[in-house]
């Protein structure tokens, strides 16, 4: 379910690192011993946030009241999840390389395991539009070493971003000219769709090059919610690649790179950055009246709220 958040809460922070920030927001590390979290989402009827940790095959759930717990473990090497509308949420699995929902009974169903017959690559990071539209990204992360989920030859010829229609299920490739798809949303209006390319970042076994692609790119949608044309570079982040994204009800685009969340405004255009110890890997808006952000690092969650 798409949100438009209102981050004025969040905007007063840029400038500062998220270890430092006293006002005007409320910052507490609900996990510090993460190999590499990932994915929050808020759930909102169950008044809980949960979030995977990749390598250790495990997703975490965090509330004030019970503190932080296991969630679901093993999680199949779970990457991105998203909140739908009905109280379930839709959850990118690298090791069994499909895109699940997770009911409110809690029963899993799969949405998307294979395109053209051939397994998908890795599902890494998914959002669902306000029909109930389903957007996923398909890099080769959780194929290409053991440490993410399982070392295999992909199937696909291209890492795609494919969308999942809601009433037949029908799976269409929208996006295959990105090297590496991660991170994607919304604009507030639905108009226009957000994917980062996190490209330059290929793997433990090539590693990270900083002139390989690490842009965020903006793509128009047409009425009927397809890809319309050929998409714009957005902006290049400072520091490492683009992972998770955000868009608030301003338009301001909030992008985890090596730098921490970096902002940018409706034209791309860099507002600033909260610096954070470790690399941002995700983010999500939620909580209580939605005046929290909780932010996942390579080693911790950051909870952070308004005063």
């Known amino acids: 379910m798409i949100t438009a958040i209102d981050s004025s809460f969040l905007k007063e922070c840029i400038g500062q ?3 430092d920030i006293s006002w005007p927001c409320t910052v507490v590390e609900i996990a510090n011993d993460l190999k590499c979290g990932e994915g929050p989402a ?15 095959n495990r997703m975490l759930a965090y509330d004030a009241r019970n503190g932080l717990r296991s969630f679901r473990e093993p999680s199949e090497f779970s990457n991105g999840n998203f909140a739908r509308k009905d109280g379930g949420f839709l959850t990118c699995e690298h090791l069994t390389r499909r895109l699940t929902r997770t009911l409110r009974t809690g029963s899993i169903e799969v949405v ?3 395109y053209e017959s051939k397994r998908l690559n890795s599902p890494n990071d998914v959002i669902e539009d306000s029909l109930g539209n389903v957007w996923f ?11 993410e989920g399982k070392k295999a030859d992909p199937e696909q010829a291209r890492n795609r971003v494919y969308s999942v229609d809601r009433w037949t299920g029908d799976v269409t490739a929208q996006i295959d000219a990105l090297s590496m798809p991660n991170g994607l949303c919304l604009s507030p209006d639905e108009r226009h769709l957000f994917v980062g390319d996190s490209g330059a970042e290929q793997g433990p ?16 949608l047409t009425q009927s919610g397809d890809i319309k044309g050929q998409g714009r570079e957005f902006c290049r982040v400072a520091e490492g690649v683009p992972d998770g994204v955000r868009c608030d009800q301003e338009g ?13 405004d409706g034209n791309g255009n860099s507002i600033g950055v909260i610096a954070t110890p470790d690399t941002a890997t995700n983010l999500c808006f939620g ?21």
């Open 17 to 19: 690192s998220v270890e």
């Open 42 to 56: 808020w759930l909102n009827d169950h008044g809980l946030w949960i979030f995977s940790d990749i390598p250790a």
């Open 112 to 114: 998307c395991d294979q």
């Open 137 to 147: 990204t398909d890099p080769t992360y959780g194929i290409i070493s053991d440490e």
């Open 205 to 220: 076994e090539l590693g990270y090059d900083p002139d390989g692609p690490r842009s965020v790119y903006k793509y128009a």
């Open 252 to 264: 301001n685009l909030w992008v985890a790179t090596g730098a921490g969340i970096e902002c940018f």
């Open 287 to 307: 909580g209580e009246n939605n005046q929290s952000l909780l932010l996942t690092t390579t080693k911790s969650a950051y909870l952070i709220g308004s005063q």
